[in-house]
């Protein structure tokens, strides 16, 4: 940090000035700029000097204004903590860190926590502001506690009615309001009988999660069982999907193209695997395109970006992967070399073949690129009149490869 930054980010809380320390009050009562939301600077208003300036709408991610006053005295109030989904985070992009300071406050989910009781490293958080609430779809297992950051006043009855149409119905809620200020309010409901109203647009919602024996549950584990997925038959089933997954090794940060999408099971599993992951499914039929965005929703990654048409064309202008999957169905019709010469340096490209046409396009890029083969088979028991037999599945042929 600089000696004398022209930048301040204050974290303000429902309890206004009366919150701050000296060194927050003293850098919005000397800015010649305090930018924030309308409820940040009325909080702030008795102190502020210089010229309030309100975000935008609709908000500038790139910060123009506060850029162009570079140099200046300027001070930007956040709710909270600015770096835990807040506009500090936004600010560092285009900001150099040597040239701002942070003067944090407690966090919604720090508030959350003191008010419950509940250790804050033990349980799940989400901010579920300005997003999809399917994104809390991967966090309900029996037993886990989850604080949520919500967007209105609106969400936590949209929640509710969420957890009790996938059968955790009987989990209990706790509606925090306002907190820190005047207003703060807590009050409980179980989810399926939830009939809270007047809620303050400023809330957050701890779930104490309760399932039945329906509940829709995602596993932590890869290879989701089937019946998870919406589909017309054509899915990677979940034993070839576990080891496909395994083959495409997901890092945190990377991008998937699935090419020939179907159901959408390969890239809603490689999100599932960590918040940070991306996938771009690529689907030529409006049918199954359809069922994808249904089944990313019903999966909780509702972030799983869709593209409707045939490879390769429909890979044009598209960022390019860490990693690339092509389904097991049809030939090539030159989407390997597409996907190859769009691969990054270093990414994996994982293709299966049931059919002997895309078994010998993988043979013969094995042969002239090496990576590793795999023939993947499975049988699963089912009756064979008054006994039990196997029967087998399709076998897979799998090439696994990584881009020098």
């Given at each position: 940090?600089?000696?004398?930054?022209?930048?301040?980010?204050?974290?303000?809380?429902?309890?206004?000035?009366?919150?701050?320390?000296?060194?927050?009050?003293?850098?919005?009562?000397?800015?010649?700029?305090?930018?924030?939301?309308?409820?940040?600077?009325?909080?702030?208003?008795?102190?502020?000097?210089?010229?309030?300036?309100?975000?935008?709408?609709?908000?500038?991610?790139?910060?123009?204004?506060?850029?162009?006053?570079?140099?200046?005295?300027?001070?930007?109030?956040?709710?909270?903590?600015?770096?835990?989904?807040?506009?500090?985070?936004?600010?560092?992009?285009?900001?150099?860190?040597?040239?701002?300071?942070?003067?944090?406050?407690?966090?919604?989910?720090?508030?959350?926590?003191?008010?419950?009781?509940?250790?804050?490293?033990?349980?799940?958080?989400?901010?579920?502001?300005?997003?999809?609430?399917?994104?809390?779809?991967?966090?309900?297992?029996?037993?886990?506690?989850?604080?949520?950051?919500?967007?209105?006043?609106?969400?936590?009855?949209?929640?509710?009615?969420?957890?009790?149409?996938?059968?955790?119905?009987?989990?209990?809620?706790?509606?925090?309001?306002?907190?820190?200020?005047?207003?703060?309010?807590?009050?409980?409901?179980?989810?399926?009988?939830?009939?809270?109203?007047?809620?303050?647009?400023?809330?957050?919602?701890?779930?104490?999660v309760e399932s039945n024996q329906q509940a829709r549950?995602?596993?932590?584990?890869?290879?989701?069982?089937?019946?998870?997925?919406?589909?017309?038959?054509?899915?990677?089933?979940?034993?070839?999907?576990?080891?496909?997954?395994?083959?495409?090794?997901?890092?945190?940060?990377?991008?998937?193209?699935?090419?020939?999408?179907?159901?959408?099971?390969?890239?809603?599993?490689?999100?599932?695997?960590?918040?940070?992951?991306?996938?771009?499914?690529?689907?030529?039929?409006?049918?199954?395109?359809?069922?994808?965005?249904?089944?990313?929703?019903?999966?909780?990654?509702?972030?799983?970006?869709?593209?409707?048409?045939?490879?390769?064309?429909?890979?044009?202008?598209?960022?390019?992967?860490?990693?690339?999957?092509?389904?097991?169905?049809?030939?090539?019709?030159?989407?390997?070399?597409?996907?190859?010469?769009?691969?990054?340096?270093g990414g994996r490209l994982v293709a299966n073949a049931?059919?002997?046409?895309?078994?010998?396009?993988?043979?013969?890029?094995?042969?002239?690129?090496?990576?590793?083969?795999?023939?993947?088979?499975?049988?699963?028991?089912?009756?064979?009149?008054?006994?039990?037999?196997?029967?087998?599945?399709?076998?897979?042929?799998?090439?696994?490869?990584?881009?020098?």
């Open positions: 940090m600089s000696a004398n930054p022209w930048l301040t980010i204050v974290g303000i809380g429902e309890d206004g000035i009366s919150g701050l320390g000296d060194a927050a009050k003293q850098a919005i009562a000397g800015a010649a700029h305090v930018f924030g939301g309308k409820r940040h600077i009325a909080l702030a208003e008795s102190l502020i000097s210089g010229t309030a300036r309100p975000w935008p709408t609709p908000f500038d991610t790139a910060m123009t204004d506060v850029v162009a006053l570079r140099g200046r005295s300027v001070v930007v109030l956040a709710s909270g903590d600015p770096f835990l989904h807040g506009v500090g985070v936004t600010l560092s992009r285009h900001v150099p860190l040597n040239e701002m300071r942070t003067l944090p406050a407690p966090s919604a989910f720090s508030l959350a926590a003191s008010r419950l009781g509940w250790a804050l490293q033990d349980i799940e958080t989400v901010s579920l502001h300005g997003l999809a609430i399917d994104l809390i779809r991967p966090l309900l297992h029996p037993g886990t506690r989850i604080i949520a950051l919500t967007s209105d006043a609106d969400a936590p009855k949209a929640i509710a009615a969420l957890l009790a149409q996938a059968g955790f119905g009987a989990s209990r809620l706790t509606l925090l309001e306002a907190l820190g200020g005047a207003q703060e309010r807590l009050r409980t409901a179980i989810a399926e009988h939830f009939d809270l109203e007047n809620i303050n647009p400023l809330n957050v919602l701890a779930v104490e549950i995602l596993p932590l584990a890869s290879g989701l069982a089937d019946d998870l997925f919406e589909h017309d038959g054509q899915i990677t089933k979940r034993e070839i999907r576990a080891v496909t997954l395994s083959s495409l090794a997901p890092r945190r940060g990377a991008l998937l193209w699935d090419i020939g999408a179907g159901s959408g099971s390969i890239g809603i599993e490689w999100m599932l695997s960590h918040p940070s992951l991306n996938a771009i499914a690529i689907e030529a039929d409006a049918e199954r395109a359809a069922r994808i965005r249904r089944n990313a929703s019903q999966c909780g990654v509702p972030g799983l970006t869709l593209v409707e048409g045939a490879a390769p064309d429909a890979l044009s202008g598209l960022p390019a992967p860490d990693a690339i999957f092509i389904g097991g169905g049809g030939s090539d019709d030159g989407v390997m070399d597409a996907a190859i010469a769009a691969l990054r340096p049931v059919t002997l046409q895309m078994e010998a396009v993988l043979l013969a890029a094995h042969a002239a690129r090496g990576g590793e083969l795999l023939r993947l088979a499975v049988s699963r028991a089912s009756p064979v009149g008054s006994m039990t037999g196997w029967r087998s599945a399709m076998p897979v042929t799998q090439w696994a490869w990584v881009k020098p």
